[in-house]
């Protein structure tokens, strides 16, 4: 089946601008997490939705990021005012249960860069 | 808070040789432990996992690696690699009940033909 897909597989944008990273997670997948990763390091966590609950914020690093999913189905993370250090890989994972013993299956990843 | 080190960035291996790929954690409770594989222009997967039980957990393409729990870590071996093997490998852990991964910063492996 269908694997997580991520859009766009680039984007560029200048500083300033708001920007929309779109995820499709596997169908049936109740929860969403996405992270960022940054040249050379680790990926990072910033957002988790699990099912109907309300989502796990804690790892978004300030108020210009914002993420929503419908349902059980499409999310999106909005940055606004874009900044170079925003500059990153941006992955969406999904996973058939909220549990950390479930398997992530990860998307692509979207290639944001700032001018 | 729990955190993940992996010590080598880069690790050159010659084909068909041996190959281990370090990875350190800390967490102050008991935890699920991951390794995934990024090959190039490739999302990342799972390559392995450990859960509970067996120590020495085995996963795809060969690789296998082992919890210890005195020394906090779960490195990741092969004994022969193949040119195929050339990509980045992330480390990852999760306590019990906590559904977040924390990532090591990756080691990219190369293959020398």
């Known amino acids: 089946g269908a694997g997580v897909s991520q859009s766009p597989s680039n984007k560029v944008t200048e500083k300033g601008k708001d920007v929309e990273l779109r995820c499709d997670p596997i169908?049936?997948?109740?929860?969403l997490y996405w992270y960022r990763q940054r040249l050379g390091q680790g990926l990072e966590f910033l957002i988790y939705?699990?099912?109907?609950?309300?989502?796990?914020k804690s790892g978004l690093p300030s108020d210009r990021f914002s993420a929503e999913r419908t349902g059980e189905s499409v999310s999106t993370l909005t940055i606004q005012r874009t900044q170079q250090e925003d500059s990153a890989v941006y992955l969406c994972?999904?996973?058939?249960?909220?549990?950390?013993?479930?398997?992530?299956?990860f998307g692509p990843g979207t290639r944001l860069t700032v001018l | 808070a729990q955190s993940v080190t992996q010590l080598d960035s880069q690790v050159p291996v010659f084909e068909e040789a041996p190959v281990e790929l370090r990875c350190n954690y800390s967490?102050?409770?008991?935890?699920?432990l991951f390794w995934y594989v990024q090959y190039p222009n490739q999302g990342l997967q799972l390559l392995l996992k450990?859960?509970?039980?067996?120590?020495l957990v085995k996963g795809i393409n060969g690789f296998e690696a082992e919890f210890n729990k005195s020394q906090t870590s779960f490195h990741l071996r092969k004994p022969s690699v193949h040119i195929s093997d050339t990509a980045e490998y992330f480390c990852?852990?999760?306590?019990?009940?906590?559904?977040?991964?924390?990532f090591g910063t990756g080691t990219r492996l190369t293959i020398i033909p």
């Open positions: 939705f699990q099912g109907n609950s309300a989502p796990d």
């Open positions: 990852a852990v999760s306590d019990f009940g906590n559904e977040k991964l924390t």
């Open positions: 450990y859960l509970s039980g067996s120590t």
């Open positions: 994972a999904s996973s058939p249960r909220g549990t950390a013993r479930n398997e992530q299956f």
């Open positions: 967490s102050s409770v008991s935890v699920y």
């Open positions: 169908s049936g997948h109740t929860a």
